[in-house]
């Protein structure tokens, strides 16, 4: 190693008039990783950027990345994709190192490839392969090839092939063959004796027949002779994106969630060593990816209500009911074996029978092993690096059980207030009812093991295993008992109405105080994303659009109605006088509520309203009486026994409360406002003139289309890198609702997946989605858990909708079925595998829709929920073993055929 060297950087990037390139690093000369400070490099011509660093003393590691700033302010447009390269300076460098790189962008397609779903999973190297290296020689120059690749099949190693003798002139059967000992890098050496330029590809190189069989696509790459001169001792060629002749890699998957599993292992619900049976099968027939819903511990209630997978108590423990118990050491086989006999019985899951059996088991066997457990190195491991949220978990769960309510501040007295001391209390060895803790540590350590035992199973077998993340946490969660200055707790997270839910969804989360969250980087989200990475190598993030800006309703509203986007730029009370907006707080944010509209909707209830709920004003208008002036305090109304008669008033009370235009801020003092969503299909805005009408619908789409999308797109530039950095899982966003124009951009610079839905459309102007609209670097699906699948839907929807569907989209002739038989179910599928989305995923319910043996007899059982539905039980088990679908020969043959037509297997 020299003690003093210089390094020339040179990168190809044509840039537009008035910005420059620089490059910010791990070196003093390249800012010391401040961006402000990095090194701005020279334009030599036909694209090329390049500077020369004289260092005093050689480093052992270099880190660095390209970026594209504004010529004049030096201000940031850009920096290239993904982490800053990093570069062990070898015996190759000399006193001079000349590094060729090339631009890496930041919506390139193959870039989700250099995640763990493709480089540790899919295209994960199943031999280590020895490349091409030389000794130095200081008469010679050195050069060293480097490019990153992973989709390379299996069997196959990189090679280089060009036009020097050292690179086999063009002779397929004498490349220079890559290593790739630091995949996904790929490395090869030459030593040439003379400095001219040269062309070159990269290509597949069978060790079987010791020969090139496939050459890269496109133009050949060059290495001018210019950079070449006598001062240069090595360079090294960083070269990206090999040009695969395959084009575009394409999967499919299967999604369907753990409590669904069937097998004749499980006990009443799917278990997560049922997982490897789905993972079985989805091998067979050629699947990529299983994909499952939220596994994290829901148990608030011990009712059916806990049975919603979004409400978690922890978003770092996992749920009871998944636990396999015959594996574990003590336990009663016998009594496993009734009640395994006994819940297989139900054609659903029953949700409270299943937990109280297996906690009951596991509790019995837990008590018999608890010595010997509690100090297992396997175990003592376990905690050791699981405890900042095991502990708390488990005094969490402790005290939810002693005070019989998971309401810690209603009705935990002392304890509603989380405090190291109480936890060091509670969770001592020494603490009376320490048993009734470790129980939990119990669960929770073999919980973990089955898990990861699962998801190792599938990367062994190719498979990823890709998990959910809820964009909420459960108000009454260990994790704001813990840490509630983390949320905004003041508010209710949900979304606003759209086709399958016409008055919104209320969620009931606290939305996250993102300011407080950002003070230490963001660790609760990055320790959220490593405990995902114990298990999954995807994931997806459920309403993505919620890192953008979340929809929050009041605590004192019920429905979605009433809600408004947080953060947003609110209306000033001086844009509507100077949009000529005539304004009556009264008229615009209070109910309006007359006589035509009370006769209209209450018809002969309409009495009754009016002397319990309402006081007349002024003639024939009306306002609510105080104390049924909110949806909270109707619905607390009508909880009462006295009023269960009268309940079918509830709805129309609730259309009566959001009849509004618009949303006074709290605090403002009457000056600033969110538009009412939808607002322009409330009775009072049909009753303002035309004039107001217009001037006001302005308003409203400026606000939700206009005006918020740079603010938008940089609240999620705050967070979503971070959460990113923070794993090397693929990431796949649920982008569906009300999607802000500036989604599908950041999701294209972060290399996050986008979701599309058949029934879905993203553009107005289509009714269902078409395949000019499909991004690439996208998962595609005919439905989602929310969603009825596809033999449902058929028969439960609008005909008129399903003729068209039957004619436009699928282009068969004649009258539609009124079932979904087979053959359409089959041309749903193919349709989805046709699309150019990287992944297609199925509900599992959606394949066996294909055979009329295999499905299901009754469509309308295949539904897992339904939104407008709250609360809804979360109960769908799939009706046959999965036993019996990997013995399904024929079934299996014709899916993996099907795959394989459509290059998906």
Known sequence: MYETMTITFQIHYQTNWGQQMAIVGNLPELGSGNEQQAQTMQYIGGGYWRVSIPLKKAPSTLEYQYLLKDNASLSLLTAEWG????????????????????????????????????????????????????????????????LRAVQVPAGLQLAILGSLPELGAWDYGRPVLLSNADFPLWTGEISVGFR????????????????????????????????????????????????????????????????????????????????KKMIDWAQKAGLRMVQILPVNDTSANHTWTDSYPYAAITVFGLHPQFLHLDVLEGINTKKVATERKKLNLHPAVDYEAVNKAKLS??????????????????????????????EPYAVFCYLRDKFKSVEFAENWGAYAQYTPALLEELASPTATDYADVAFHYYLQYHLDKQL??????????????????????????????????????DGQAGAPPDPFSDNGQNWGFPTYNWAEMAKDGYLWWRQRMGQLSRYFDAYRIDHILGFFRIWQIPLDQVEGTLGFFNPALPIMREELDARGIWFDQE??????????????????????VRTQFLDEIRFNYFAFKPQYDTQRKIEQFFQAAENQDKIHLQPGLYKLISNVLLLEIPGSNGRAFHPRIDLNKTYSFQNLDAVQQAKLQELYIDYFYRRQEDFWRAQAMQKLPALKASTDMLICGEDLGMVPACVPGVMRELGILTLEIQRMSKNPATEFLQEEDIPYLSVASP??????????????????????????????????????????????????????????????????????????????????????IMPYYWRYRMHLDLEDLIAAEGYNAMLHDLLHRYDRA
Request: glycine share 6%.
């Open 783 to 868: 439905s989602t858990h929310d969603m009825a699948p596809i033999r449902a839907w058929w028969e439960e929807e609008d005909r008129a909708l399903i003729s068209r569907f039957f004619h436009n989209e699928l282009k068969f002739m004649g009258q539609e079925p009124y079932t979904c038989e087979p053959f359409l179910a089959k041309a749903v599928v193919e349709k989805h595998l046709r699309w150019p989305s990287m992944w297609t995923v199925f509900p599992l319910q959606d394949l066996l829709a294909m055979d009329l043996k295999l499905r299901r007899e009754n469509p309308a059982e295949e539904r897992i929920n339904v939104p407008a």
């Open 361 to 390: 088991l596991a509790r019995e066997a837990f008590n018999k092993t608890q010595k010997t457990f509690l100090s297992s190195p396997d175990f003592l491991s376990f905690f050791a690096e699981s405890k900042h949220w095991l």
């Open 452 to 489: 990861r035992e699962a998801s190792d199973y599938a990367r062994s077998k190719g498979l990823i295993l890709k998990g959910d993340l809820p964009i909420g946490i459960y108000r009454h969660s260990v994790d704001a008992w813990v840490a509630p200055h983390l949320y905004n707790m």
């Open 83 to 146: 982490n800053r390269r990093k570069l062990r300076i070898s015996r190759l460098a000399g006193d001079h190192l000349f590094l060729k790189d090339s631009w890496r962008a930041v919506d390139h397609p193959e870039n989700a490839f250099y995640t763990a779903a493709f480089s540790k999973v899919i295209f994960k190297p199943q031999a280590q392969y020895k490349g091409n290296s030389i000794t130095p020689d200081p008469l010679r120059l050195g050069i060293r090839f480097q």
């Open 196 to 275: 001219q330029g040269f062309e070159y590809k990269y290509g597949l190189y069978d060790p079987t027949v010791q020969r090139i069989i496939e050459l890269e696509t496109g133009p050949n790459r060059k290495l001018d002779g210019a950079p070449l001169d006598a001062l240069v001792n090595s360079t090294i060629v960083n070269d990206e994106y090999y040009a695969n002749p395959a084009g575009n890699w394409k999967g499919a998957g299967v999604a369907v969630p753990v409590f669904s599993l069937r097998t004749a292992e499980s006990m009443g619900v799917g278990e997560f060593n049922d997982l």
């Open 587 to 608: 008229r615009y944010c209070k109910p309006f509520i007359t006589k035509q509209l009370l006769d209209e909707r209450f018809g002969e209830d309409v009495d009754d």
